[in-house]
């Protein structure tokens, strides 16, 4: 199953507030969700970023209001999704920069002011790589070596939090039983078409039980289209409207590319296991021709030479009780 990690419609699916506060409640700190009312949730439009770095990427903004110590302010969740194949080391300054444009928007188009000060983002970057990520997420992490005491203070920090979708396991997503959860799920089991079927069947059973089912059926059916048009799956897509109303269809074409499946690997091993066979052949060839070489070879120092059968044995590299058999077999 071939994956591309670019356009995966996770800029759709986190268009729906109701899926940046699964994200927040489920795979962000507790103390930050709690602080949050996600009913203010609004959707900002993203890129605001100069052409710095050439890298498709998308990101996604949105504000909610937050009370701290009794006074209520504005927080701005820049949500940049990262689905490169590669970790990207300079994730740190990336950020720096991208936060910086942002800001610089928010100036020039007056939602603030200098004298008004910044309001508080907070940047998370969603990677569902295979490899998992491993770069620094801080940009001071990157002054190398630490500088004296001194300067530190002079030094950038911008920290981002991670959401990275391959470290959690099947049973710790089993622990959020959510409509992004079962994304994350179905975006995890892409190493086979059996794993795949298991994470549909999962995501289907959250749809149903959802207050909203109808609007996350919708939201999630559009997902999972393009999700399985990227990894070439041989289904009538086009037929596809609801995962709710549609199951048996999707299941049935998802059964038929388990089988299909199954069967390319029980080829792919009798190949493998013919190819193999013919080697070990082909070593156990070489390997008696080796053997009957240094046999030979022995057999004509008995002939002759009047070496014993020990000096024999380490010249030709065999035991000595097989050039005592043969010098039994010249005899006769």
Not at 288 to 297: F, L, N, P, S
Request: aromatic share 8%; proline share 5%; charged share 25%.
């Amino acid at each position: 199953m071939a994956t591309n990690h670019h356009d995966t419609g996770y800029k759709e699916l986190f268009s729906h507030p109701e899926f940046v506060q699964q994200l927040i409640e489920g795979f962000a700190p507790s103390e930050i969700g709690e602080l949050m009312d996600f009913r203010t949730l609004t959707n900002h439009s993203g890129n605001y970023i100069t052409p710095l770095f050439e890298e498709k990427f998308e990101d996604v903004v949105w504000s909610v209001d937050i009370t701290w110590e009794g006074v209520p302010q504005q927080v701005y969740l820049y949500i940049l999704l990262e689905f490169q194949s590669r970790v990207d080391h300079t994730m740190p300054i990336r950020l720096m920069h991208y936060v910086a444009c942002f800001y610089d928007h928010l100036l020039k188009t007056r939602v603030t002011t200098p004298g008004g000060g910044l309001p508080p983002v907070f940047p998370i970057v969603l990677y569902n790589g295979s490899q998992r990520w491993t770069a620094r997420q801080d940009v001071y992490e990157l002054v190398q070596p630490e500088p004296p005491g001194f300067l530190r203070v002079y030094q950038p920090h911008l920290r981002y939090y991670l959401v990275d979708e391959g470290r959690y396991t099947d049973e710790e997503l089993g622990l959020r039983q959510t409509p992004l959860s079962g994304v994350f799920g179905v975006e995890n089991a892409g190493h086979s078409w059996e794993a795949l079927q298991q994470a549909v069947d999962r995501v289907v059973a959250i749809i149903q039980s959802d207050p909203n089912k109808d609007r996350t059926d919708r939201i999630i059916t559009r997902w999972l289209k393009r999700h399985l048009s990227r990894l070439g799956a041989e289904i009538h897509l086009d037929q596809l409207n609801s995962l709710v109303e549609d199951r048996d269809m999707l299941a049935e074409n998802l059964e038929n590319l388990v089988k299909k499946e199954r069967l390319e690997g029980r080829q792919e091993g009798r190949q493998q296991g013919r190819q193999e066979g013919r080697q070990e052949g082909r070593q156990e060839g070489r390997q008696e021709g080796q053997d009957e070489a240094r046999k030979e070879a022995a057999r004509n120092l008995i002939r002759r030479t009047e070496m014993s059968d020990q000096v024999i044995a380490e010249i030709a590299g065999l035991a000595l009780e097989e050039v005592s058999q043969l010098r039994s077999e010249i005899r006769h």
